[in-house]
Nanobody, 117 residues
Framework: QVQLVESGGNLVQAGGSLRLSCAAS??????????MGWYRQAPGKQRELVAR????????DYADSVKGRFTISRDNAKNMVYLQMNSLKPEDTGVYYCNNFRRSWNWGQGTQVTVSS
């Protein structure tokens, strides 16, 4: 099974920024075949997709709630996916996960993002 490790979450004030990282334990040459996504889940709520990036990194999509504030990127040579989060809002609070967008691998532990008002 592929291992996914998310990092970079923290406690921040509204308006602040965070950069999340996701490392995947697949062969470097294979990682570039997969569209990847960032997801988040707040307590008592369903996990939701917040951003997606195509396998090559040439295309991205965002949930309306984060559009204009978040930027997803990837470095296929390093098996890494990133999520730059700016202008954070309290409603962005949750556990953030990365995964294969088309066919989910095993979910990692996620990284906690808490935004205070």
């Amino acid at each position: 099974q592929v291992q996914l490790v998310e990092s970079g979450g923290n406690l921040v004030q509204a308006g602040g920024s965070l950069r999340l990282s996701c490392a995947a334990s697949v062969s470097v040459g294979i990682f570039s075949f997969f569209d990847m996504g960032w997801y988040r889940q707040a307590p008592g709520k369903q996990r939701e997709l917040v951003a997606r990036i195509t396998a090559s990194g040439g295309g991205t999509d965002y949930a309306d709630s984060v559009k204009g504030r978040f930027t997803i990127s990837r470095d296929n040579a390093k098996n890494m996916v990133y999520l730059q989060m700016n202008s954070l809002k309290p409603e962005d609070t949750g556990v953030y996960y990365c995964n294969n967008f088309r066919r989910s691998w095993n979910w990692g532990q996620g990284t906690q993002v808490t935004v205070s008002s």
